[in-house]
């Protein structure tokens, strides 16, 4: 049974940092695209990153520069660094697997639970 786990949201202020986790059990997801959506009240689930050996780090243009996607292939996880947060970065993240480091929702296959970022002064 697959399982993907976030960790690492929380409350702080703008400008902060947060780092975000998720890590995969279940099957090795190697050769997969580990990425990372977010969803704000009302508004529709957006893409935010992914990351696979294939096509390397893709970004949505709203946290280029800001955000870092990584993984350890080793260990199943995928991590986002979050710099120079803003208010319109609160969402509830979620982590998602797909077989190609797709934009689209609907591409992936696994996903999370979701952590809550809030940025908010």
């Known amino acids: 049974q697959v399982q993907l786990v976030e960790s690492g949201g929380g409350l702080v202020q703008p400008g902060d940092s947060l780092r975000l986790s998720c890590a995969a059990s279940?099957?090795?997801?190697?050769?997969?695209?580990m990425g990372w959506f977010r969803q704000a009240p009302g508004k529709e689930r957006e893409f935010v990153a992914v990351?696979?050996?294939?096509?390397?780090?893709i970004y949505a243009d709203s946290v280029k520069g800001r955000f870092t996607i990584s993984r350890d292939y080793a260990n199943n996880t995928v991590y986002l660094q979050m710099n120079n947060l803003k208010p319109e970065d609160t969402a509830v993240y979620y982590c998602?697997?797909?077989?190609?480091?797709?934009?689209?929702?609907?591409?992936?296959?696994?996903w999370g639970q979701g952590t809550q970022v809030t940025v908010s002064s």
């Open positions: 279940g099957r090795t997801f190697s050769s997969y695209g």
């Open positions: 998602a697997v797909g077989d190609r480091a797709a934009r689209g929702p609907d591409e992936y296959d696994y």
């Open positions: 990351r696979s050996r294939s096509r390397g780090s």
